[in-house]
């Protein structure tokens, strides 16, 4: 059964400065992986997608990298702002619909 | 803005009660899947429908049933309800020939059970 875990489960940091967020999962076999965005109460925005062939994404200040094999993920945030401030969640599939982590809430400081 | 809507935004409950939630997924988006996420969890994959089947289902029990109709919104029925049951229910749609995994998420409905 595919487990994902994401580390810290919260962060705190102030304006400006680089960070990572982490996400590790049990079973290799998967097709991509996705990083998403969520604000309080609200739905998913998905912010990268990395296919298995694939081994990192970037799209503006945000950069995800995979390596498959040792089943981990980063999501690198540069020059961080207040507003990246929200919960940060990964999710993986592979022979089943997507399987979340519990997320990484982080909270930029001005 | 995914384009993808869920109604109501809010809802209260009591236990043993029964609740019909809805989702309206952009044009042409054949297939929808349904989430809960309890408060500080990840979101948990309940089932998922396309064109009117049931697609895959998971470790959710026969009281949450769905439906997905020809124009492919999408109802999901929770029966008796549970305390447990409480959380944030998200849909999400899937383009055709865009694969499983391109999913676009509604902005969810919150369900309180007293």
């Known amino acids: 059964k595919q487990e994902v875990t994401q580390i810290p489960a919260a962060l705190s940091v102030p304006e400006g400065e680089n960070l990572v967020l982490n996400c590790s999962f049990t079973?290799?076999?998967?097709?991509?992986l996705q990083w998403f965005r969520q604000d309080p109460g609200k739905g998913l925005t998905s912010l990268l997608l990395?296919?298995?062939?694939?081994r990192e994404q970037t799209s503006g200040r945000l950069n995800a990298s995979l390596d498959k094999s040792s089943g981990r993920s980063t999501l690198y945030i540069a020059a961080s702002q207040p507003g990246d401030s929200a919960t940060y969640l990964c999710?993986?599939?592979?022979?089943?619909?997507?399987?979340f982590g519990k997320g990484t809430r982080l909270s930029v400081i001005a | 803005e995914t384009g993808v809507t869920q109604s109501p935004t809010h809802l209260i409950k009591t236990r043993g009660q029964q609740v019909t939630l809805r989702c309206s997924s952009q044009?042409?988006?054949?297939?929808v899947s349904w989430y809960q996420q309890a408060l500080g969890q990840g979101p948990q994959f309940i089932f998922q429908?396309?064109?009117?089947?049931?697609?895959g289902r998971g470790n959710f029990p026969p009281r949450f049933s769905g439906l997905q109709f020809p124009n492919y919104s999408s109802e999901l029925n929770v029966n008796a309800l549970e305390l447990d049951d409480s959380a944030l229910y998200l849909c999400?749609?899937?383009?055709?020939?865009?694969?499983?995994?391109?999913?676009?998420f509604g902005p969810g409905t919150r369900l309180t059970v007293l």
């Open positions: 999400a749609s899937t383009p055709p020939d865009r694969g499983g995994d391109t999913q676009y």
């Open positions: 079973d290799s076999a998967i097709y991509n």
């Open positions: 990395i296919q298995s062939s694939q």
């Open positions: 999710a993986v599939s592979g022979n089943t619909p997507l399987v």
């Open positions: 044009s042409g988006h054949n297939t």
């Open positions: 429908y396309y064109r009117e089947e049931e697609n």
